[in-house]
């Protein structure tokens, strides 16, 4: 817990250390694995401006890919990915929908939008005077 409080170089130093004794002392492999995890969630929050590989440089640490915190992070960003993929992609459906005589209630219910968002979205557009 000190290494959360430590001013950034003192925390450097005890990182460093604390995770050479982690992997000369403890023996039982998942053990090991979850204290060095929880010794790297520290250090990535201790220091948001740093890369993960500047991380991995400094400390000497196994590869950060493989923590629970990367893996979790990773997912959440996919996540994240496809919620605004399939938010896009209901936008571009808009001006279709709409130029196939649905009205804007009822495209804003087809794609489970609000009829605000799709008056927005129309406003975005260009006019278009090939339909």
Do not use: H
């Not at 005890?14 to 982690?22: G, K, M, S």
């Not at 000369?24 to 995890?37: G, T």
């Not at 994240?80 to 929908?97: D, T, V, Y």
Request: glycine share 6%.
């Amino acid at each position: 817990m000190k290494l959360v409080v430590d001013e950034e170089e003192t925390a450097i130093l005890a990182a460093r250390q604390l995770i050479e004794r982690t992997q000369q002392e403890i023996n039982v492999e998942p053990q090991q694995r979850q204290l060095l995890e929880l010794i790297e969630t520290i250090l990535v929050y201790k220091f948001p401006t740093i890369s993960r590989e500047e991380i991995e440089g400094m400390f000497g640490l196994s590869d950060l890919k493989k923590t629970r915190v990367y893996q979790e992070g990773k997912q959440e960003g996919k996540q994240e990915g496809k919620e605004e993929g399939a938010r896009e992609a209901k936008f571009r459906m808009i001006p279709l929908l709409l130029r196939l005589g649905l009205s804007f209630e009822e495209t804003a219910k087809e794609l489970d939008l609000s009829l605000e968002e799709i008056q927005q979205e129309m406003q975005k557009q260009p006019s278009s005077q090939d339909t």
